[in-house]
């Protein structure tokens, strides 16, 4: 189940990767895609670091006319402009888009790793992207951006690789998982572990856990989206036509979960799940307010939080942001009171799209003029 995506594109590396928390793999590929055209300078490259289900597909190209997970927000005119920026964008170390993870064939045995897969940490997956990027011919990236889980990476990367990424913009990140979102987390996991089909991680692929899944994966979008998110689509009169009172999937709610989850179910690799679940809420970088992150180099900063995220709550960014600020950087925290929850940067493109649209502008030396320089104005916090 190992996916190929249409417009992806592949590195290579020969030579054993010793994980961060012990194990090595034997070789490793990172899949990834670029959108736009790197320009002579090589000064306008933007690595975006998705969230933890993404694939490396940001937008839609003529390789692949598909929407991406970003459609709204990069692409040709849009906030990340990709007729101006160099746009890359990496599957993860340990997922199932295409980079070595769980279902790939170990070398020495011929086998899928499955359960044996090395514990993934955040370390592995920044450390290999900057390796691939490197390898790639890339010395610095002008701008990093991570959201969500890439907001995590995007820190580690900042604190492991100092001096690599000029500007970044971070989106409902977090330096760690506090103890609510590991709860919930921990709660999935189990979901999928719990699965009669689960067979300690060396299941078929025929006969996956496809209900584990499916309940871990209800439960996430409950953290994903927000209660006012959910009471303002559903009602209590959303009763699924033509069904009778019962006990399974009667309102709409219930429908509109069970549809996301099992798709999300036969495309997603139960190991790869895990494993990128549990290095989340590993990894901790946790020195401010006490002193910075320790990111030299770093120049302009946008760090963006939503009042409604319980997953990775706004106090989790002003943290991020102080801690950077205290590096040197010019910081700018922007706290949205806008419903969507923590997914609000994938839905939201009225709130998210201005900030977006004007910080890309100001790093490439191009001042906006209109809404979006309001919108940055009214919401801009500074320490």
Known sequence: MVETLPAADYIEFARPFPMHRGGVLEDF???????????????NIVLVLPGMSANSHVCSVARDPEAGWWEDFAGSGKPI???????????????????????????????????????????????????????????????????????????????????????HINLCGAASSLPVSTALRSLQREAIRSDPLWAGGEYSPDARPIHGMTLARKIGLLSYRSGAQLNRRFSRSDQAAGKSAGMTHDFEVEDYLQANAWRFARDFDPNSYLQLSRAIDLYACLTPPQGGFQTAGLEQVLV?????????????????????????????FVRLDCPDGHDA???????????????????GSVLPAGRAERCLELHDERF
């Open 81 to 167: 402009d990709t007729d101006r920026w160099y746009v890359i964008c990496f599957n993860y170390l340990g997922g199932c888009k295409g980079s070595t993870g769980p279902l790939s064939t170990e070398r020495a045995s011929g086998r899928p790793y499955q359960s044996r897969f090395p514990e993934l940490s955040i370390e592995d997956i920044v450390d290999t992207i900057v390796m691939a990027v490197k390898a790639l011919g890339m010395a610095q990236v002008t701008c990093l951006i991570g959201a969500s889980m890439g907001g995590m990476c995007a820190l580690a990367l900042l604190t492991r690789h100092p001096g690599f990424v000029r500007h």
């Open 29 to 43: 590929r990172l899949t990834y895609e670029t959108f736009g055209q790197l320009n002579d300078r090589r000064d």
């Open 304 to 332: 963006v939080g939503v009042e409604s995220d319980t997953l990775f709550p706004v106090a989790q960014q002003q943290h991020i942001a102080q801690g950077l600020e205290q590096d040197g950087a010019e910081v700018t």
């Open 345 to 363: 940067f994938l839905t939201d493109l009225r709130a998210f799209g201005p900030l977006l649209e004007h910080f890309m502008n100001r790093i």
